[in-house]
């Protein structure tokens, strides 16, 4: 299993990227949204892979992040959902929009994606409902960026508090997370801080 490729990006296309490494062109498909967030051709990368072995065919997926690939493999396993419609799905909708659609049971917002119908949607959040929590979504930036959650007074806990807070006054599980994933929160803060930063974030929303 290649679990990363990391080397010089050669080619950007519609929905897949060619990446060199050690004199070699790996094809990968990867979603648009992750596409739109890569650099200009020439400049290094590394891409979080998954290969799908077919009978005439060996095909490479990438994704920025293990948290997005996990996304992805998670997608895979939801009944009539294979990778062609899994990646469909990750460039219609960003990751973690789709983990905020999945935790709010919003299967309107998943139906959009194409070849995804309202039944469909239904029976991913479904299956996915209980795989996926708060705590990992606000986790990922820190993945993202390589820093270290906080655990005392900061993330994981005081964040997942203000959400659990957020949603106690009457907002939705994604309009909550999304807020407080806008607060840049500190191992000094407490989950009151963090509730009070992302209700002024709210009122832009």
Do not use: C
Not at 5 to 13: S, V, Y
Not at 47 to 64: P, S
Not at 92 to 100: F, H, S, V
Not at 190 to 202: F, P
């Amino acid at each position: 299993m290649i679990s990363y490729i990391r080397g010089i990006l050669a080619e950007k296309e519609e929905d897949q990227i060619v990446v060199e490494a050690s004199s070699i062109g790996y094809e990968i498909h990867v979603p648009l949204s992750f596409l739109e967030e890569l650099p200009p051709v020439g400049e290094e990368v590394r891409i979080y892979t998954y290969l799908q072995v077919k009978e005439d065919a060996l095909n490479l997926f990438g994704f920025r992040s293990r948290q997005d690939l996990k996304m992805f493999k998670q997608l895979l396993g939801v009944n009539g959902i294979g990778p062609k419609g899994a990646l469909g799905l990750l460039s219609a909708m960003r990751p973690d929009d789709l983990r905020l659609a999945v935790i709010s049971g919003d299967a309107k917002a998943i139906s959009k994606a194409p070849g995804i119908g309202l039944k469909t949607a239904q029976r991913l959040i479904l299956d996915l409902k209980d795989k996926i929590s708060v705590e990992e979504i606000l986790m990922t930036d820190q993945e993202e960026t390589g820093t270290t959650p906080v655990r005392t007074g900061g993330l994981p806990d005081a964040g997942k508090e203000a959400v659990d807070a957020l949603t106690a006054l009457g907002y939705s599980a994604m309009e909550a997370t999304k807020a407080v994933r806008q607060v840049e929160i500190t191992g000094q803060m407490t989950a009151e801080d963090v509730l009070k930063a992302s209700l002024r974030h709210l009122s832009f929303f």
